[in-house]
């Protein structure tokens, strides 16, 4: 009699100075969360607050919630620091100001 279905997944986490990536094998039907949780990451890294941070899977981003499929890489996102348009605007015009040297 064969066992319950079990699902090869990865779970990731970076921050600018440390990546982080477990490989897993789990029983089908559980959630991103749940991958999560079994990765350790949470505690590896106290700042990961899944109330906070936003998760995905493949840089789709997903609900706690859904449930991973084998195969799949579960991303833990970090809260953006800075607004990405802002962040252009403000390249753009440090490129566009007149040279401070004359």
Known sequence: MAGPERIKVEVAYARTE???????????????RDAIRESGLLQRFPE??????????????????????DGDRVEIYRPLTAD???????????ANAPDARG
């Open 48 to 69: 990961i607050d899944l109330a906070v941070n936003k998760v995905g899977v493949y840089g789709r981003l997903c609900n706690l919630d859904d449930a991973i499929r």
């Open 18 to 32: 440390e990546q982080a990536c477990v490989m897993l094998e789990l029983p089908a039907g559980l959630s991103l």
């Open 84 to 94: 990405p348009k802002e962040a252009r605007r403000r390249r753009a015009r440090e």
